[in-house]
Each structure stands twice: as C-alpha cells, then as structure tokens.
Antibody
Framework: EVQLVESGGGLVKPGGSLRFSCAAS????????MHWVRQAPGKGLEWVSS????????YYADSVKGRFTISRDNARNSLYLQMSSLRVDDTAVYYC?????????????WGQGTMVTVSS | EIVLTQSPGTLSLSPGERATLSCRAS???????LAWYQQKPGQAPRLLIY???SRATGIPDRFSGSGSGTDFTLTINRLEPEDFAVYYC???????FGQGTKVEIK
C-alpha cells in the first residue's frame, strides 16, 4: 500500500524549534519530488516547501523562508522538516505529500498530518 | 505570483443536485498545472482532478473538471452524501491553493 506517515509534531514555545518526519512506503520514494503543506485551524491549505527527488531543487513559501529547512533521506525513505524561530502563526496541521510524475504532477498521495502547536 | 480565487465560499445544495465550483486565476495558468482536491473534516486532502480535467485514480465519474486560461470549473453531478466537503483548486506551477469552497447540505 502506498503510504505516507508523519510523526514528530507537538507543542513548542514561540521562538523554539521542532523537527518532524514523514515515512514513505509502497513506492520508490527516491524517484518522487515531495512537499510539505500546512493547514492552520479552521483555515485553508498553504503550500510550505518542496524538494526534488535528489534534493537538487528546494523551494520554500515566503512565510517560512529562512526559518524552515526541508530535507530527505532516500536510503531511509524519509522526508523531514526542520522548523526554527517558530511563531504562533505556524500553528497548523502539517501534511507531507507526494508530487505525481508525468502528466499527474499534482499531489497524489498525502499523509494523515501531524499537529504543531506554537504557544507559550 | 499567481493567486487563485474560488467561488462561492459556501454552496448549499441537496443530495442529487449538481454542484458547480469556480476557480479563477489572477493570470493565465497552463491547464496541465491545475488540480482539484476534496477534504473532509479531520482528513487529509484527496486528489480529485489533475490537468484541469483528468480524474485521479478511483474518482467517480460524477466529478468532472473543465476550463482553461484563467477560469476553471469543478462540477459534481448528482451529489452523494459523501460529497459534502471542502474543495480546493491548486495550480502547481508555484503550488499555491485557492481558499476553498465548502459544499454543505441544504
């Protein structure tokens, strides 16, 4: 079964740091670009960051640039998001997602999400 | 930066009716870069439509997408109870999402 499973969310104070991961299974992880998307409580979807299959191309939303770092370990079939200088408005459910290949370049597989709460 | 605006914000319909959701881009978008997602409460989004009009694997044929340039439409024929959800469009040139349309039971 094709699956993405996030882990590592939690409660952190403003200014703090957090790193969470996304474990992929059921497909050849090393051949797909991957993304992080977040959703603040009661709000819509916001794209956060992307990383190409070989980590050659990395992009960030302006709202997280300079504070978040995306990375991947293809040997471990894992995607990571290192967040620092966290702000209250970073509070959200964070989803990892797979970018399809070929004509299906949309986000075709999603994890269940991990909640990050930034609060003092 | 391309901004996607979805309308209406909320659509109140009865099961069996047709839903027509709009997604308008601030500048022209290549059709191959437009997708629609469905999200139910407490769940991750699910890909419905990619390339503006192609249904993703397992998506029923009552869902259809159309449009080009700056105007795109998601149509849901004969709404089923499980179709009441929030729908998002996305252009994956810069991966930005629209703000969503909630389809609720009237």
């Amino acid at each position: 079964e094709v699956q993405l499973v996030e882990s590592g969310g939690g409660l952190v104070k403003p200014g703090g740091s957090l790193r969470f991961s996304c474990a992929a299974s059921g497909f050849t992880f090393s051949t797909y670009s991957m993304h992080w998307v977040r959703q603040a409580p009661g709000k819509g979807l916001e794209w956060v960051s992307s990383i190409s299959s070989s980590s050659n191309f990395i992009y960030y939303a302006d709202s997280v640039k300079g504070r978040f770092t995306i990375s991947r370990d293809n040997a471990r079939n894992s995607l990571y998001l290192q967040m620092s200088s966290l702000r209250v408005d970073d509070t959200a459910v964070y989803y990892c997602s797979r970018e399809g290949r070929g004509v299906v370049r949309a986000f075709d597989i999603w994890g269940q999400g991990t909640m990050v709460t930034v609060s003092s | 930066e391309i901004v996607l605006t979805q309308s209406p914000g909320t659509l109140s319909l009865s099961p069996g009716e047709r839903a027509t959701l709009s997604c308008r881009a601030s500048q022209s978008v290549s059709s191959i870069y437009l997708a629609w997602y469905q999200q139910k409460p407490g769940q991750a989004p699910r890909l419905l439509i990619y390339g503006a009009s192609s249904r993703a694997t397992g998506i029923p044929d009552r869902f259809s997408g159309s449009g080009s340039g700056t105007d795109f439409t998601l149509t849901i024929n004969r709404l089923e109870p499980e179709d009441f959800a929030v729908y998002y469009c996305q252009q994956y040139d810069s991966w930005a999402f629209g703000q969503g349309t909630k389809v609720e039971i009237k």
